[in-house]
């Protein structure tokens, strides 16, 4: 008799939840790197026009896979540095094939209720990173002023090696180093 209330138990409990939901997940851990170190990333819900949040390469960031009832989630990655144009990247989360246990376990709640409504439906690979390739602006060194290149070097977004290349273009150019 025991042993009969136990699979009852387990019965109801998975009656209540959906397949995906118990194997599976509905957040999941994505990796953010880009050609260049410390490049700034805005991650942006859909085709939202908040950010999300703000990382900076590389990074590890946490999002659901669901966004809403029956729909996958979809992030737009704006990566940016100084001297570099702009990369953008989308991922969408994919089908999980786990949803389809619910035939054999979860039954129709799981089906209709509860992995759609955990977003435990959808995935994303976490062994690939969302990457992108940054390109150097070509008329990058034309455009800056000693000034310039000293605030980006003193807030760390430049370094060394390319504030010391930079102010020698500079003086070549006839544009006397400013003293600090």
Not at 3 to 18: D, E, P, S
Not at 53 to 59: C, E, G, L, Y
Not at 80 to 98: L, Y
Not at 130 to 145: F, H, I, P
Request: hydrophobic content about 40%; proline content about 4%.
């Amino acid at each position: 008799m025991r042993v009969l209330g136990c699979v009852i138990c387990l019965a109801n409990l998975l009656a209540a939840t959906g397949c995906a939901t118990i194997v599976s997940k509905s957040k999941y851990r994505l990796r953010v790197a880009s050609s260049e170190d410390d490049v700034l990333v805005k991650i942006y819900p859909g085709d939202g026009q908040t950010p999300l949040m703000n990382v900076r390469t590389p990074a590890t960031v946490i999002l659901s896979a669901g966004d809403g009832m029956f729909v996958p989630a979809t992030y737009k990655f704006v990566f940016s540095k100084e001297g570099f144009k702009d990369a953008e990247t989308h991922v969408k989360a994919e089908f999980d094939p786990w949803y389809i246990g619910n035939i054999g376990f979860g039954g129709l709640i799981g089906v209709l209720i509860v992995d759609p409504l955990t977003g435990a439906m959808w995935k994303f690979d976490e062994r690939e990173a969302v990457y992108a390739s940054l390109e150097r602006m070509e008329n990058y060194r034309d455009g800056l002023t000693l000034e310039a290149i000293h605030t980006l070097h003193d807030k760390g977004d430049l370094p060394d090696d390319e504030f010391n290349r930079l102010r020698l273009h500079l003086h070549e150019n006839k544009q006397t180093p400013k003293e600090k």
